[in-house]
């Protein structure tokens, strides 16, 4: 499965009432580091289907939800669990890191 679309209206549904662990991957189209980091977004994706979600929330479409988080600097990553923040990752990070984080 590849990488689902977070919005406002899907956020509780998705990402708080999720059994699973769901990472968020906060970015925008004109972002440059997050264009570079889309990639790695998809290979986990397809890596850690059935153990983790990964949603991308796009903080132009949703700066609202972005804002709600404290998102000041995209790319940020939010591990979710259980509904609640777990973990955050600012700025480009490798895939090594990134699967540190979700542990």
Same mark, same amino acid.
């Given at each position: 499965?590849?990488?689902?679309?977070?919005?406002?209206?899907?956020?509780?549904?998705?990402?708080?009432?999720?059994?699973?662990?769901?990472?968020?991957?906060?970015?925008?189209?004109?972002?440059?580091?997050?264009?570079?980091?889309?990639?790695?977004?998809?290979?986990?994706?397809?890596? /850690?289907?059935?153990?983790?979600?990964?949603?991308?929330?796009?903080?132009?479409?949703?700066?609202?939800?972005?804002?709600?988080?404290?998102?000041?600097?995209?790319?940020?990553?939010? /591990?979710?669990?259980?509904?609640?923040?777990?973990?955050?990752?600012?700025? /480009?990070?490798?895939?090594?890191?990134? /699967?540190?984080?979700?542990?």
């Amino acid at each position: 499965m590849a990488e689902f679309v977070v919005t406002t209206e899907n956020f509780a549904a998705e990402v708080k009432k999720s059994e699973l662990p769901v990472l968020v991957d906060f970015w925008a189209p004109w972002c440059g580091p997050c264009k570079m980091l889309a990639p790695v977004i998809a290979e986990l994706a397809e890596e /850690l289907e059935g153990r983790v979600k990964i949603g991308k929330l796009n903080v132009d479409d949703d700066p609202e939800l972005a804002s709600n988080f404290g998102i000041v600097a995209i790319p940020t990553l939010i /591990l979710f669990r259980n509904g609640r923040v777990a973990a955050t990752l600012t700025g /480009l990070q490798s895939k090594e890191k990134i /699967l540190e984080m979700l542990k």
